[in-house]
């Protein structure tokens, strides 16, 4: 009776803080403003950041620290860290601005923001690397609201950990008093897993031209879903000045159905879909937008600057949690002639009154000036930094790149057919005899290369499909493809560039003088790479191993311009444009640029195409010593490889990844089959198919993405792609024949609910008939007390204290002090403790200002001198 006793003592002990941990499930669908306990007035403006909201639970406050912009238009940026290393999920979002100061508000969620200041101008950026809109608010705009049930995904492994708010602040007339600004926005999370994941899908033109004076110019975007499905609640669209109306469409077995359409000079907040949407496989996306070149003197290309043009269509969506994807993007158009039964209201402009484009653009762009500077403002924050682009490359193990017989691979290159282009050197190889210390080459005696060294493959299979330049070059290097499949290569060993075609058996233009090196305007040392201008057709050469610039050429040959200059060691990191090897050029026509793999600065520079301005350049710490080659895919990824460290360094050889917009590294690969041993050059496909050639290993690898949320990671690369294969025919198997109507599902969803509804009812009632015992007895056991007191005095109540001691002392500490729960749970296996502990912002590998102190330093540490570049 005794041991009985006890535990029915333990029980009621612990049983209340059972009870706290119980939750019903449906709980999962309530919003804060369904609780006793919402995000009222009291927690806003509170120094408490974070609010708890119950045991799984809290509020998020996240607020410009008090802020007073000096000028009109000004984009000022904050941080806040996810304040728990578990997954979290964002379920609802409370805004607090006045439209008298803020013009628009985006909430940003990533893994690292662009500083670690309490606030910072957001021309600095607002995340390191890959980001995602997560909230949007603009004036005269309804604010974003996730349905019940839904959640963004952030923390543990693949969740965001930082979030990044923008405010932009249009008129500070409101700021005369000198006051300060707290506008801001509070988020609800939760702990407990949402059974709908939100992502973000972005449709973005990348070649539209509108000519000038053209009063009507169309931009269609359309691809084809290959997904599980996800439904659509929230759009958004975007352009400059020339857009008048986009419209975004599901097209199903030739059905159009609207998903959103909008006037993109209207306040560019996310807006409700007005009715439900779903998407599902093999269904067709497309969106339209609608411009004017009226009042243009010259073509408007898609870019960043206020010259140019934008055109976006965001869709926000949920899926269900096992297959979601927090983002997907479509740069293409799959199906032109279908827009011939577009819905004729997408080609109808949306009437703006005048104050309400004074008040969506702000009140201080009656200039050109100041035009200029807002639109390249938005299109930098706004839209380059949320490509979150979420997979993985992979080798594709069963590509025989590996088993083709080749030379020295020098130049890679994707045709208008996507076919591979290979430039190769045969049985010709640079080492150290080629060159005398004049740059004049040495073997002219082995004659040119007799096999043929340009050969094109089929991408999918390696196969053969037409080959040349037999007896033609000693040294091959650089390759690029023009638009109307001209091959553009260089030589080294020739000092020269030409331009060949399929079915020529000539040259059709060669630059340079053969076996001259020299550094005017009619000769080349050791010439690199060329890059040709698919709207201009100008040349760009990039010359090289003994000249340190970059030339540019006319259509038909003639020099034109050049910039560059060699690096000054002496000057510790090197100035913009200064080159020391200019070895890779990528044309980036989204945004008019030119870049440049600056291969012994390991950094990538940048240049306007127009002016020849220097815009940027990007550089990490991971690049090592030296950066070899850079391909650009249209919709903002940029590729690149880097060469192998010197003894004693211990940066990789590898692939990267990148966000073009930020510059940030987004993800990195190598092999699986054999090791890169000198990467020479890198192509990539709009499908995100990489192919990477390899001077030593004499090779050529293909790469291929792959989601990050879908493919789990096997050791074994042979197991790893036979399972890709396998579950992506099974899920298209499943979603092609075994597909369930929407009211099923929701007819499933609701079953699901009912039952753990149940099952909770089940537990209260099982739990309340074990209580009604313990009450019965603790009635007994005081009544035995009373008695014993009544009948034995003070002796009776020492032995029942003493009784009662023995129980609770199996719940005391060793120092017998009060009754710790804590010690008791913590002794069972199986306990474990999950707090609220922030994150550490440390261990970024990110590359720091030009102004920081770091790099600087360890330039002047006087490392041991490293053996002299390698000539490839």
């Known amino acids: 009776m005794a041991g009985l006793l006890n535990n029915l003592l333990i029980l009621f002990l612990v049983f209340p803080n059972i009870c706290l941990g119980f939750r019903n499930p449906l709980s999962v669908f309530k919003r804060y403003k369904d609780t006793a306990r919402s995000l009222s007035s009291e927690y806003l403006g509170s120094d408490r950041p974070v609010i708890s909201l119950g045991l799984s639970d809290f509020a998020l406050d996240i607020r410009m620290p008090g802020v007073t912009p000096k000028q009109s238009d000004t984009y000022l940026c904050m941080s806040v860290p996810l304040p728990v290393d578990d997954e979290a999920y964002v379920v609802d979002f409370k805004p607090h601005a006045s439209m008298d100061t803020v013009h628009h508000m985006l909430l940003f969620g990533c893994n690292e923001p662009s500083s670690t200041e309490s606030y910072w101008d957001c021309d600095k950026g607002t995340c390191q690397g890959k980001s995602n809109i997560l909230y949007a608010w603009a004036r005269n705009a309804p604010p974003t609201r996730l349905p019940k049930g839904v959640g963004f995904r952030v923390g543990g492994e693949t969740g965001g ?60 975007i359309a691809c084809h879903y290959k997904r599980f499905p996800m439904h659509l609640f929230a759009y958004r669209v975007h352009t400059h000045r020339l857009g008048k109306v986009v419209s975004g469409y599901r097209v199903r077995n030739g059905q159009w159905t609207l998903i959103g359409r909008q006037s993109p000079q209207l306040p560019q907040a996310f807006y409700p879909v007005e009715h439900p949407v779903d998407v599902s496989y093999d269904d067709i996306l497309a969106a339209r937008c609608v411009f004017s070149g009226e009042g ?123 076919n591979l282009v290979i430039f190769h050197r045969g049985d010709h190889v640079w080492d150290a005899n080629s060159f005398d210390s004049n740059f004049v080459y040495q073997q002219r005696g082995l004659g040119p290369i007799a096999q043929n060294t340009i050969l094109v493959l089929n991408p999918s299979n390696a196969k053969l499909l037409h080959s040349m330049g037999k007896s033609l070059f000693y040294l091959p290097h650089g390759l690029s493809v023009d638009k109307k499949s001209n091959y553009w290569v260089t030589d080294v060993a020739l000092h020269q560039v030409f331009k060949l075609r399929a079915d020529e058996k000539e040259p059709l233009l060669i630059l340079g003088v053969a076996l001259q090196p020299g550094s005017d305007k009619n000769h080349f040392c050791q010439p690199t790479d060329v890059a040709v201008d698919p709207v201009t057709g100008s040349i760009y050469v990039s010359d090289g191993y003994c000249n340190s610039r970059v030339i540019r050429f006319s259509p038909n040959g003639v020099y034109l311009t050049q910039w560059g200059e060699g690096t000054e060691t002496s000057l510790g990191r090197a100035r913009p444009g200064q080159f020391h090897i200019p070895h890779s050029l990528v044309l980036i026509p989204d945004f008019s640029q030119l870049c440049v793999a600056d291969r012994e600065n390991s950094r990538i520079q940048c240049f306007r195409l127009d002016n020849t301005e220097f815009v940027r350049d990007i550089k990490h710490k991971s690049f090592g010593r030296e950066l070899f080659a850079v391909s650009y895919v249209p919709g903002g990824l940029l590729f690149a490889v880097n060469g192998m460290p010197y003894p004693g360094e211990a940066e990789p050889v590898q692939g990267f990844v990148m966000n073009f917009s930020t510059g940030e590294i987004i993800d990195t690969f190598i092999p699986v ?51 890709i294969k396998e579950s992506e025919a099974i899920v298209e198997a499943r979603l092609k024949n075994n597909a369930e ?132």
């Open 673 to 723: 089959r054999k090791g890169f041993e000198m990467p020479h050059d890198i192509v990539a496909s709009e499908d995100k198919t990489v192919f990477v050639g390899d001077v030593h290993a004499r090779a050529v690898w293909k790469f291929a993405s792959t989601g990050k949320m879908e493919h789990r990671s096997v050791k074994k690369a042979g197991i790893e792609v036979q399972e």
């Open 741 to 872: 109507p929407t009211d099923s599902l929701k007819k499933q969803e609701k079953q699901h609910l009912v039952q753990q509804a149940s099952t909770g009812v089940s537990f209260v009632l099982i739990t309340t008939l074990l209580v009604i015992p313990v009450v019965v007895l603790l009635a007994i056991l005081v009544f035995i007390r009373w008695r014993k007191t009544t009948v034995y005095g003070a002796d009776g109540e020492h032995k029942l204290d003493s009784s009662s001691g023995r129980i609770l002392g199996r719940l005391r500490g060793k120092g017998g002090g009060g009754l710790n729960l804590g010690n008791f749970f913590a002794s069972h296996k199986g306990y474990s403790r999950k707090g609220f502990d922030r994150l550490s912002t440390e261990g970024s590998d990110q590359e720091k200002d030009e102004d920081d102190g770091t790099d600087s330093e360890e330039e002047c540490s006087a490392p041991p001198l490293p053996p002299a570049p390698s000539s490839s």
């Open 296 to 418: 243009r003197t010259t073509e408007t290309h898609i870019g960043g600057t206020a010259n140019d043009e934008m055109c976006n269509f965001y869709i926000m969506y949920y899926m269900e949690a096992k297959h979601a994807v927090s983002y997907m993007t479509c740069t293409q158009n799959a199906n032109p002639e279908m827009f011939r039964n577009i819905p004729q209201e997408a080609n109808i402009p949306i009437p703006v009154k005048s104050d309400m484009l004074k008040m969506t653009h702000g009140h201080h762009e009656e200039t050109k000036e100041t035009d200029k500077n807002s639109s390249l403002q938005e299109a930098r924050k706004e839209e380059e930094n949320i490509l979150d682009q979420d997979f993985h490359m992979e080798e594709a193990v069963e590509w025989p790149g590996l088993d083709l017989k080749l030379g020295q691979v020098s130049g890679l290159a994707l045709d208008p057919e996507n």
């Open 161 to 220: 950990r930082f979030f990044v708010l923008q405010v932009h602040y249009g008129d500070i007339s409101a700021f005369r008093d000198k006051h300060k600004d707290s506008s801001g926005v509070t988020l609800h999370l939760t702990h407990q897993k949402q059974p709908l994941i939100a992502g973000m899908y972005l449709m973005m033109s990348v070649n539209t031209v509108i000519p000038p004076g053209e009063k009507v110019v169309d931009a269609d």
